[in-house]
């Protein structure tokens, strides 16, 4: 079966320090993955999905970045934090490419910048 | 435009009662409607899904959804929640492309 893990479950970071989050599915290959950031108060926001290696596609500008070094490892990165940048990410899988597949979700990382 | 309104941000109810939570969509092509269910400091895990056929769908956990494309919803409903029902619920909306279209989510509380 399939699962997916993401790493730190929690982080404090300072604002203006580096950040990287690491995301990795088992049991499947070549998934579609995604990044999502829960703020308080505002849902979910689609910020990054990668089809393939090294394909990443951004749906919000913003200071983060996204990385797919192997085909199940999806990173969020960011050089210089901001406070906004506080919240619960996640990070999902789904396989296939009608785009009309089903997403699962990690547990996530809850991210707080000070 | 797609969207996704859930029209009850908090819903309290007693132990052992029934429970509906409301969903409504707007899309102009056809959809794929999801329930998901996040419990505290936790992900997203599924609960059910419509994708095609009959239009009431059975999840886990003994929740139930009624598509209802002439009313455009897609409500949430279990006839007798327990405390471990206590969570965020999030309706989700996919049409025409991968990219999921989020309700704001509605955080069911149940009471002894």
């Known amino acids: 079966s399939q699962t997916i893990h993401q790493w730190p479950a929690t982080l404090v970071q300072p604002v203006g320090s580096p950040l990287s989050l690491e995301c990795t599915v088992e049991?499947?290959?070549?998934?579609?993955l995604y990044w999502y950031r829960q703020a308080a108060g505002r849902g979910l926001q689609l910020l990054f999905y990668?089809?393939?290696?090294?394909?990443i596609s951004s749906e919000v500008p913003q200071n983060l970045s996204a990385s797919r070094p192997q085909d199940r490892q999806f990173i969020l990165s960011s050089k210089k934090l901001l406070l906004s940048d506080s919240g619960f990410y996640l990070c999902?899988?789904?396989?296939?490419?009608?785009?009309?597949?089903?997403?699962?979700f990690g547990p996530g990382t809850r991210l707080l910048v000070l | 435009a797609q969207s996704v309104t859930q029209l009850d941000s908090q819903v309290p109810v007693f132990e052992e009662a029934p429970v509906e939570l409301r969903c409504n969509y707007s899309?102009?092509?056809?959809?794929?409607l999801f329930w998901y269910v996040q419990y505290p400091n936790q992900g997203l895990q599924l609960l059910l899904k419509?994708?095609?056929?009959?239009?009431l769908v059975k999840g886990i956990n003994g929740f139930e959804a009624e598509f209802n494309k002439s009313q455009t919803s897609f409500h949430l409903r279990k006839p007798s929640v327990h405390i471990s029902d206590t969570a965020e619920y999030f309706c989700?909306?996919?049409?025409?492309?991968?990219?999921?279209?989020f309700g704001k989510g509605t955080k069911l509380t149940v009471n002894p």
């Open positions: 999902a899988w789904s396989v296939g490419t009608s785009g009309q597949e089903t997403q699962y």
């Open positions: 049991g499947t290959s070549n998934p579609n």
């Open positions: 990668s089809v393939g290696i090294g394909q």
């Open positions: 899309s102009s092509v056809s959809v794929y």
């Open positions: 419509y994708l095609s056929g009959s239009t």
């Open positions: 989700v909306l996919q049409g025409g492309s991968e990219k999921l279209v």
